[in-house]
C-alpha cells in the first residue's frame, strides 16, 4: 500500500512538473510573439516615418515654387523649378549644362529605396519603352537583390547612391554618422558592382536633418566629388494609401509644370501599386511627345531652397 501511495506521489509529481513546463514554454512562446509583433510594428513605423518625411519634402518643394511664383508674377518661367535656379549656396557641382536641348521633352524617372523583388520587372517594363531611369539605391541583405545592381547598369541606367541603412534615428544624428552610413553603402555598391557612383539623394530629400547639418554635409560631399539630387514631381507613392490611379495622376499631369521634371518614385518591396502605375505612365507621357533619360554628373541638378 505505501509502495503504490509512494508511485502516486511521483505521478503526480511529474505531472506538476510536466503542467509547469508546459506552463513557461506557452508563457515563453507568447513572449516571443509579442516581440515579434513589436518588432515588426517598429519596422512599419520606421517606414511610415520615411514615407512622411518625403511627403514633407515634396510640399516644402511645392510651397516654395509657389512663393517663388508669387513674388516675381513677371518672370518668364526658364527653369521648371526655383531650385534650379542658381540661388544655391552650399558649394554643390551645379554645371551650366542641362539635360535637356531646345524643345526636347524630357522626363527623369528615379525610384528610391530599391532594389528589390520589384526591380527586375521595373527594368523590363523600362525596357519595352526604351526608357531609362534613375536608382537610388540602399543596402540590402539578400543576396538575389545584389544582382540587381550590375542589371541596372547593365541596362543603361545610372545607379545612384541612397542610404545603407535607411534608419533616420541613426544617419541624421549627426554629419559624421550621415558620411559613415553613405561610405558603408559607397563600399558595399563598389564591391558588388566595381563602380563607385557619384550621384546621390538624401533619405527624405535635402531638407531633412537641419541646416546646418545638411550643409556640412553637402560641403563635404561636394569636395569628394559628389552630388545629390532632390525632386520636384512626387509620384506620391511613399504614402501607403495612394493608389495606382493617384500615382499615375501625380505623375502624368506634374510633370508638364516643369521643363525638367525629376520625378520621386520607388522600387522597394511592397510598392505594387507603383509597379501598377508605371505602364501607364511610360504610355501616357510616350504618346505626349516625351522620352525618358537618367539622370548624370553633367546636368544642374534639382535640389530643394534651403
Known amino acids: 500500500m505505501k509502495k503504490n501511495i509512494g508511485i502516486i506521489v511521483i505521478i503526480a509529481l511529474l ?30 513605423l520606421q517606414s511610415q516615418k520615411a514615407e512622411l518625411a518625403e511627403e514633407i519634402g515634396t510640399l516644402t518643394q ?11 508674377p513677371q518672370t518668364t518661367k526658364t527653369n521648371g523649378t526655383a531650385d534650379k535656379k542658381d540661388t544655391n549656396t552650399q558649394g554643390t557641382a551645379n554645371s551650366n549644362t542641362t539635360g ?16 528589390s523583388n520589384l526591380t527586375p520587372e521595373v527594368l523590363d517594363l ?7 531611369a534613375t536608382f537610388f539605391v540602399v543596402h540590402s541583405n539578400d543576396d538575389s537583390y545584389k544582382t540587381y545592381l550590375s542589371e541596372i547598369v547593365k541596362r543603361g541606367h545610372t545607379l545612384a547612391l541612397h542610404s545603407y541603412s535607411h534608419d533616420y534615428g541613426k ?33 527624405g530629400g535635402s531638407t531633412k536633418g537641419g541646416k ?7 560641403g563635404n560631399m561636394t569636395a569628394k566629388g559628389y552630388q545629390y539630387y532632390d525632386w520636384n514631381v512626387s509620384s506620391g507613392d511613399g504614402n501607403a494609401k495612394t493608389t495606382t490611379l493617384d500615382i499615375i495622376a501625380n505623375v502624368c499631369d506634374n510633370v508638364k509644370s516643369h521643363s525638367e521634371p525629376v520625378v520621386l518614385m520607388h522600387d522597394s518591396a511592397g510598392k505594387g501599386n507603383t509597379l501598377a502605375a508605371l505602364p ?3 504610355r501616357n507621357l510616350s504618346a505626349e511627345g516625351y522620352t525618358f533619360s537618367s539622370l548624370n554628373e553633367t546636368m544642374k541638378p534639382v535640389q530643394f531652397n534651403h
Not at 18 to 38: G, N, P
Not at 62 to 72: I, P, R, T, Y
Not at 100 to 115: A, Q, R, W
Open 15 to 44: 505531472l506538476t512538473s510536466f503542467s509547469a513546463s508546459a506552463y513557461f514554454y506557452v508563457q515563453a512562446h507568447e513572449a516571443k510573439r509579442q516581440v515579434e509583433s513589436l518588432s515588426g510594428e517598429r519596422e512599419e
Open 62 to 72: 511645392q510651397l516654395e515654387e509657389a512663393n517663388n511664383k508669387s513674388s516675381n
Open 100 to 115: 535637356t536641348t531646345s524643345g526636347e521633352k524630357v522626363v527623369y524617372l528615379t525610384f528610391d529605396d530599391g532594389p
Open 126 to 132: 523600362l525596357d519595352q519603352y526604351h526608357a531609362k
Open 171 to 203: 544617419i541624421y544624428a549627426s554629419a559624421d554618422a550621415f558620411l559613415k552610413d553613405f561610405t558603408q553603402l559607397d563600399d558595399w555598391v563598389a564591391e558588388e558592382t566595381g563602380l563607385h557612383p557619384k550621384l546621390y539623394r538624401f533619405p
Open 212 to 218: 546646418s547639418m545638411v550643409n556640412a554635409i553637402i
Open 280 to 282: 501607364t505612365i511610360l
